[in-house]
T-cell receptor
Framework: TQLLEQSPQFLSIQEGENLTVYCNSSSVFSSLQWYRQEPGEGPVLLVTVVTGGEVKKLKRLTFQFGDARKDSSLHITAAQPGDTGLYLCAGATIQGAQKLVFGQGTRLTINP | KAGVTQTPRYLIKTRGQQVTLSCSPISGHRSVSWYQQTPGQGLQFLFEYFSETQRNKGNFPGRFSGRQFSNSRSEMNVSTLELGDSALYLC?????????????FGDGTRLSIL
């Protein structure tokens, strides 16, 4: 079974602080996606990383795909209340059924 | 451009009943995937349909089934409902279903089993 372990599960910090969310697995993925989900809505794609070692920046968000394509991180600089939400990582499987395997999610709260 | 539409948004059923959920993908998208989201298990893949054929399947019992129509709209059916089936059911569409393509999610159907 291919699993993605996401940490931390919950994170509550003050506006302006930096944070990092981790997504780890013992399995290799062909690509990895990060989503953000708000209450009552479906997940919205933030980024897809495909190449081992790849780094992508989206304003204050920096995404990194591990060299071995087994792990990823999301770093937010100077967090703002609008960043509050559930962040999900999802890996595209290589073996077996072609599907996205999701991490459990990180519920992030940014306090003003 | 209209997004992915799921109906109904909320549904209450009792144990033993069956239910059908509907998903209309973004126009032009041929792949529709279904997911179950619960607080304990997170988002879990149910199945994917492409051009009216089930292409991939997750590890759910046979009570969970689906189909896709020629216009790419998809339905998911759950028979003999159990309390543990209470969840948010999400569908996602993409152009061709390649996993490095963006998956566009609907806002889900929240199913409650009494």
């Amino acid at each position: 079974t291919q699993l993605l372990e996401q940490s931390p599960q919950f994170l509550s910090i003050q506006e302006g602080e930096n944070l990092t969310v981790y997504c780890n697995s013992s399995s290799v993925f062909s690509s990895l996606q990060w989503y953000r989900q708000e209450p009552g809505e479906g997940p919205v794609l933030l980024v897809t990383v495909v190449t081992g070692g790849e780094v992508k920046k989206l304003k204050r968000l920096t995404f990194q795909f591990g060299d071995a394509r087994k792990d990823s991180s999301l770093h937010i600089t100077a967090a703002q209340p609008g960043d509050t939400g559930l962040y999900l990582c999802a890996g595209a499987t290589i073996q077996g059924a072609q599907k996205l395997v999701f991490g459990q999610g990180t519920r992030l709260t940014i306090n003003p | 451009k209209a997004g992915v539409t799921q109906t109904p948004r909320y549904l209450i059923k009792t144990r033993g009943q069956q239910v059908t959920l509907s998903c209309s993908p973004i126009s032009g998208h041929r792949s529709v995937s279904w997911y179950q989201q619960t607080p304990g298990q997170g988002l879990q893949f149910l199945f994917e349909y492409f051009s009216e054929t089930q292409r991939n399947k997750g590890n759910f019992p046979g009570r969970f089934s689906g189909r896709q129509f020629s216009n790419s709209r998809s339905e998911m059916n759950v028979s003999t409902l159990e309390l543990g089936d209470s969840a948010l059911y999400l569908c996602a569409s993409s152009l061709r279903g390649a996993l490095n393509q963006p998956q566009h999610f609907g806002d889900g159907t929240r199913l409650s089993i009494l």
